[in-house]
């Protein structure tokens, strides 16, 4: 299984810090996700990172990638109350079907 | 915003009853997803399906069935609910041609099985 592993799993922050989650994962991938779940409701695609990329940015979020490690970071800057979250990061193989982490719960702190 | 829609969002059945979770997506995606979710826990993959009549069975063993006969709707089905299957129901879609893997979600389907 190549499962992404995140951690911290669980974190808390006051609004404006920057939050950084990290996720491993096991084998070779394509591409790798980052999503987000409000308590009780769907997942939300943010931001996708291909294997061959090191960093990526859109608004407030950064991911990194190192695939010699098998890890990537995702970084929230300035965070809000609203940011309040679970945060999954998934490895898409080969065949891009897609394996999730346990997640990151995000407590943002007004 | 994704155009995924599941119902029933919130289910409370006794034990033995048969259920269906609905999913329909207005987005003509060819490839759709179940993922079970225990709160608080990664998502399993227990079923996907890579276009109508094409249905396999994913990471996670389960007792539930899909079926796919039309691209919009890929409903999931237990024919005989128990405890044990108390857990939310997660449907996605993803885009065709781009082989990317990005997946829209519905807003879930939570069960509880008394």
């Known amino acids: 299984s190549q499962q992404g592993e995140e951690d911290p799993q669980a974190l808390s922050i006051q609004e404006g810090e920057n939050a950084t989650m990290n996720c491993s994962y096991k084998?070779?991938?394509?591409?790798l996700q980052w999503y987000r779940q409000n308590s009780g409701r769907g997942l939300v695609h943010l931001i996708l990172?291909?294997?061959?990329?090191r960093e990526k940015h859109s608004g407030r979020l950064r991911v990194t990638l190192d695939t010699s490690k098998k890890s990537s970071s995702l970084l929230i800057t300035a965070s809000r109350a609203a940011d309040t979250a679970s945060y999954f990061c998934?490895?898409?193989?080969?065949?891009?079907?897609?394996?999730f982490g346990k997640g990151t719960l995000l407590t943002v702190n007004p | 915003e994704a155009d995924i829609y599941q119902t029933p969002r919130y289910l409370v059945i006794g034990t033995g009853k048969k259920i269906t979770l609905e999913c329909s997506q207005t987005m003509g995606h060819d490839k759709m997803y179940w993922y079970q979710q225990d709160p608080g826990m990664e998502l399993h993959l227990i079923h996907y399906?890579?276009?109508?009549?094409?249905?396999e069975k994913g990471d996670l063993s389960s007792e539930s069935t899909v079926s796919r006969i039309r691209t919009e709707h890929f409903p999931l089905t237990l024919e005989s609910a128990r405890p044990s299957h108390t857990s939310q129901y997660l449907c996605a879609s993803s885009l065709s041609g781009t082989n990317t893997g990005e997946l829209f979600f519905g807003e879930g389907s939570r069960l509880t099985v008394l």
């Open positions: 399906s890579y276009g109508v009549n094409s249905t």
């Open positions: 990172i291909r294997s061959n990329e």
């Open positions: 084998t070779s991938i394509n591409n």
């Open positions: 998934a490895a898409a193989g080969s065949n891009y079907k897609l394996t």
